[in-house]
Nanobody
Framework: QVQVVESGGGLVQAGGSLRLSCATSQIIFSIYKMVWYRQAPGKQRELVAS???????DYADSVQGRFTIYGDNDKNTLYLQMNSLNPEDTAVYYC???????????WGQGTQVTVSS
């Protein structure tokens, strides 16, 4: 099992930036896959960005070029740098971690991001 705890959400104006953090109980590169999801009220949960074994990354089309997912192995922390935020980015953001393909996905409690217009 991998424990994950998100932080860094808040209220920001459109065009602004936020950096979300996801503290883990394991070294980032030792975790098979970590994913940031988000869920806005009344909408389905959406995959935002993923990173595999601390290396290859993937992004939703809606955030490509604006968001960056990266890890800090010294701090056992995954980050999601979010730039050029717009109101459509408003959601609860969740960090998940899967230790290996045969392990369960572990979820954090979520952190609220609100972007005002």
């Amino acid at each position: 099992q991998v424990q994950v705890v998100e932080s860094g959400g808040g209220l920001v104006q459109a065009g602004g930036s936020l950096r979300l953090s996801c503290a883990t109980s394991q070294i980032i590169f030792s975790i098979y896959k970590m994913v940031w999801y988000r869920q806005a009220p009344g909408k389905q949960r959406e995959l935002v960005a993923s990173i595999t074994a601390g290396g290859p990354t993937d992004y939703a089309d809606s955030v490509q070029g604006r968001f960056t997912i990266y890890g800090d192995n010294d701090k056992n922390t995954l980050y999601l740098q979010m730039n050029s935020l717009n109101p459509e980015d408003t959601a609860v953001y969740y960090c998940t971690a899967r230790l290996s393909p045969v392990h369960d996905v572990n979820w954090g409690q979520g952190t609220q991001v609100t972007v005002s217009s």
